[in-house]
């Protein structure tokens, strides 16, 4: 069975901080993709990255970076510089290759950065 | 040019009513999905169809039933709404089978009275 953990309900920063999420999975699966999407508080979700299970290298985009480790199975994610407009709930998903494609999504990470 | 669009986005009943949420996109993408947001946040799946074949039914009531009049669209029916249904509920697709990931509509806000 897939599973995702995101063990931070909520954190709380002050502006221009660097915070990260932390995103620890668990799948059987040889072949499987990570996600991370935002949903800000006007509800959307907005995708954010895809990393397939044999691409460890690490992303970085803007002021958004992620490291994934298998050693570990996490997929963390890191703001550097948080802003207002970063608060948010972050939400880390898995799933596989083939089949249903359906996603597995942790319980999300409330991020509020306050002025 | 919305790539997933739901409709309505706001919806309030009262227990026992049926009500539908539609959902198209013009993505071209194979696969359509459902998903629950519950009021802690919780995303869970609920139905997916690829081409227009139910794939997945994750335990969900049998008042909901959801339909593929084709690839494009997908809606959901609810039965004899109760007040656990409130949730925002929300479509997505995606290609199938390629891990590409999915887009998401703007959600459906349902409150059962």
């Known amino acids: 069975a897939q599973k995702v953990t995101q063990a931070q309900t909520e954190i709380s920063v002050v502006e221009k901080e660097d915070v990260t999420l932390d995103c620890v999975y668990e799948?059987?699966?040889?072949?499987?993709?990570l996600f991370w999407y935002k949903q800000p508080p006007s509800g959307e979700l907005v995708f954010l990255i895809r990393r397939n299970s044999f691409d460890e290298q690490n992303e970085i985009s803007g002021r958004y970076s992620w490291n994934f480790q298998k050693s570990t199975s996490s997929f963390n994610f890191t703001i550097t510089a948080s802003q207002v407009v970063d608060s948010a709930v972050y939400f880390c998903?898995?799933?596989?290759?083939?089949?249903?494609?359906?996603?597995?999504f942790g319980k999300g990470t409330k991020l509020t950065v306050n002025p | 040019d919305t790539a997933v669009s739901q409709t309505p986005k706001y919806l309030v009943t009262q227990m026992g009513n049926d009500k539908s949420i539609k959902c198209e996109q013009n993505l071209g993408h194979d696969t359509m999905y459902w998903y629950k947001q519950d009021s802690k946040k919780f995303l869970k799946i609920m139905f997916s169809y690829n081409n227009k074949e139910l794939i997945i039914n994750e335990t969900v009531p049998n008042r909901f039933s959801p339909k593929s009049p084709d690839k494009a669209h997908l809606n959901l029916h609810i039965n004899s709404l109760e007040l656990g249904d409130s949730a925002v509920y929300f479509c997505a697709s995606s290609q199938a089978r390629a891990g590409y990931g999915y887009t998401f509509g703007s959600g459906t806000r349902l409150t059962v009275v």
């Open positions: 799948t059987r699966d040889t072949t499987y993709y």
């Open positions: 998903a898995l799933t596989h290759q083939g089949g249903s494609e359906k996603l597995v």
